[in-house]
């Protein structure tokens, strides 16, 4: 096991190396302004990442969708041998969590939504949803809260995000359906994605130690 290991860090290595060396031409970049135009948005970055590298994004998203089935099975029958006591709640923890909850979810889906207009987007407003998770979770304990959220529920969630993010994937590419109502769409599935997969890592990885 361990020499195939080296022999793939060799390879990687050596690829990389290639690379860098620059031993074949490199395309020239192109403007990403004419691109925006194209899709009809004002953000040039989410024309890129949602529109001309779409297929990019969606394996990404089913990279990240891999990982969190991994992070599932694999620690779903690990626990913590020891005794850890959960946190104690404290008053100025759930007034924190009661104060800054809307906040987050507000902002997540602003990002979400406005990604084709300005900086944000699918993956940030995901990443802050989950922070507001874990917020959650620290003020009132992880297997409450996932009691509350219902984790079979999240799992058919992640897996229907997946499922429209590909056929919004094929129905943009095969019919060029170029409008910032599907670059919203997009975002808006990604970040529920990119959230159900940070709260199912937290999940198992507080599970596998001890409560938060």
């Keep these: 096991m361990k020499v195939l290991l080296a022999l793939a860090l060799l390879g990687l290595g050596g690829l990389l190396g290639l690379g860098i060396a620059g031993l074949w031409p490199r395309p020239e ?24 590298r779409l297929w990019d994004t969606l394996f990404e998203v089913l990279v990240y969708v891999v990982a969190m089935v991994g992070v599932r099975f694999f ?17 100025l923890l759930r007034r924190a969590a009661d104060l800054l909850l809307g906040p987050i979810l507000v902002f997540a889906l602003y990002l979400a ?13 995901g990443a ?14 992880v297997e409450r809260l996932s009691q509350e959220l219902y984790e079979p529920r999240l799992e058919s969630l992640e897996y229907l995000a997946v499922a429209l993010l590909l056929f919004l994937g094929a129905v943009v590419l095969i019919f060029l359906v170029r409008a910032p109502a599907a670059f ?29």
Excluded: M, Y
Excluded at 113 to 125: K, M, T, V, Y
């Design 29 to 52: 970049p192109q403007d990403p302004e004419p691109v925006a135009r194209a899709w009809g948005v004002a953000n040039a970055v989410a024309a890129v990442v949602l529109g001309v």
């Design 75 to 91: 620690l779903g029958g690990l626990r913590w041998r020891g005794e850890l006591p959960p946190v104690a709640e404290t008053p």
């Design 113 to 125: 939504a406005s990604g084709h207009l300005g900086p944000g987007g699918g993956f940030p407003a």
């Design 128 to 141: 802050l949803l989950g922070s507001a998770l874990l917020l959650l979770a620290l003020a009132k304990g």
């Design 184 to 212: 919203i769409a997009a975002n808006l599935l990604i970040a529920l994605e990119v959230a159900i997969g940070a709260w199912a890592v937290l999940h198992r990885f507080a599970s596998a130690r001890g409560e938060v």
